[in-house]
Nanobody, 121 residues
Framework: QVALVESGGGLVQAGGSLRLTCAAS????????MGWFRQAPGKERVLVAAITPGGGTTTYYADSMKGRFTISRDNGKNMVALQMNSLKPEDTAVYYC?????????????WGQGTQVTVSS
């Protein structure tokens, strides 16, 4: 069992940056694929970024996030982070941390409660 708690959301102007973090509790954190999803009002929840287990040597980004977002993990702290730069109003959504065993996190086993990110124009 893994519990995930996100933090770091908030209100930012377009062009700004935010860093989301997800603290995980439970065993075997390093063995999970970790990732971030987002859900905008009236839209489906979509995968933003994912990182492989262990050293996190492989990452995945949705096309619109490439070059702007960076996912990282710290297994010693049971934490995964999402650095978001050059934010746009269309990045406004609730961001969810997720953990799973399939790459690239097609069916997460665990979800956080979500954190709101609002980008003003």
């Amino acid at each position: 069992q893994v519990a995930l708690v996100e933090s770091g959301g908030g209100l930012v102007q377009a062009g700004g940056s935010l860093r989301l973090t997800c603290a995980a509790s439970g065993r075997s954190f390093s063995g999970y694929v970790m990732g971030w999803f987002r859900q905008a009002p009236g839209k489906e929840r979509v995968l933003v970024a994912a990182i492989t287990p262990g050293g996190g040597t492989t990452t995945y980004y949705a096309d619109s996030m490439k070059g702007r977002f960076t996912i990282s993990r710290d297994n010693g702290k049971n934490m995964v982070a999402l650095q978001m730069n050059s934010l746009k109003p269309e990045d406004t959504a609730v961001y969810y941390c997720a953990a799973g065993i399939f790459w690239p996190l097609v069916k997460p086993n665990y979800w956080g409660q979500g954190t709101q990110v609002t980008v003003s124009s």
